[in-house]
């Protein structure tokens, strides 16, 4: 014996249209969207498109802010090649990118694991605040103290040395010791940042894991090894990408700590471009310097994600 299905009222009823917009007030919302956004976008033209622009276009000039600017084509890229300044800046770059950043997530990925061990809730939040706190300090203040600490007739570094019958070492007057301690004052600043990025990687890593491994017999470095390390990657890209962009364009410390002494040991490419606009006043040659860092810097960002895709592990 069959049904029969009696239409509801809410089902016989028509469907309502949608409403729709005025046209004044999707005027009205379109330009209070652009009123909002201009700020924003008035100050990255100004502060930012509008320099990069001019510094591509001095690059093909001859200018001394004096006299009226000489359009010489790529002769400022040409005269790089051949300057000795410029190559041993770039050297010394390149040397201090890699032995920082390696330190650097060497040195925060130790301490993450070791904050995110078995540790007292308010340890771990005590190490977090302190191993961040460097990176809030100004990098010329910062760089100030520890050239009083590590001078070589009065500072406390060589003090503490002589107090244990250890010789008094040059710190800021030898080549070895100069870059020594700008990579170590360096990394002691920054190293915070790429610590937090790890302690969130290592958070995210599901606990079970670790659990599942223990009962097939893996402890200790073996699960630091097969588990922590491939989960970590993405992580562990993004630290690195951040840090070598970072410490390419390092200028603070060697200028503040040595003025690229002695000689040109700890002289970067950065400070060749202060040199060259404000105390040499050849605005061209800085530009052309600071494009060709800075197709360096989007060169070596491109080769690492091209590279990470045969490290990074997306779980």
Request: zero cysteines; a positive charge.
């Amino acid at each position: 014996m069959s049904t029969a299905v009696v239409p509801t009222a809410a089902a016989d009823a028509p469907k309502a249209a949608p409403t729709a917009v005025p046209r004044a007030d999707r005027r009205a919302t379109r330009w209070l969207t652009w009123l909002f956004l201009a700020p924003t976008l008035l100050g990255l033209g100004l502060f930012t498109m509008v320099p990069i622009l001019g510094s591509i276009v001095l690059a093909f000039f001859r200018w001394d802010i004096i006299s009226n600017p000489e359009f010489v084509g790529l002769s400022n890229f040409a005269e790089l090649a051949t300057d000795p300044t410029v190559r041993v800046s770039f050297l010394n770059t390149f040397g201090f990118v890699i032995i920082a950043v390696t330190l650097q997530l060497a040195v925060a990925l130790f301490l993450a694991v070791l904050v995110q061990s078995r540790m007292p809730g308010w340890m771990r939040t005590f190490f977090r605040s302190a191993f961040f706190f460097p990176l809030i300090l100004s990098a010329a203040s910062v760089s100030l103290v520890m050239a009083y600490l590590f001078n070589a007739e009065f500072g406390l570094v060589n003090a503490v040395l002589s107090a244990i019958n250890l010789p008094e070492v040059g710190w800021l007057t030898t080549s070895g010791g100069a870059i020594t301690v700008v990579i170590l004052v360096y990394v002691w600043q920054n190293f915070g940042f790429t610590f937090l990025l790890f302690v969130g990687g290592l958070a995210s890593i599901p606990r079970d894991v670790y659990e599942a491994s223990s009962i097939d017999g893996a402890t200790g470095l073996k699960q630091f090894r097969a588990i922590t390390l491939p989960l970590l990657s993405p992580t562990t890209l993004v630290a690195s990408v951040m840090a070598i962009i970072s410490a390419l364009q390092i200028f603070d410390q060697p200028y503040v700590l040595t003025r690229g002494g002695p000689g040109d040991a700890t002289r970067t490419a950065v400070m060749v471009i202060f040199e060259s606009a404000f105390q040499q006043l050849e605005f061209g040659r800085a530009s052309a310097i600071g494009i060709v860092l800075t197709l360096i810097i989007i060169g070596v960002t491109a080769l690492q994600f091209r590279l990470s895709r045969r490290f990074v592990f997306y779980s």
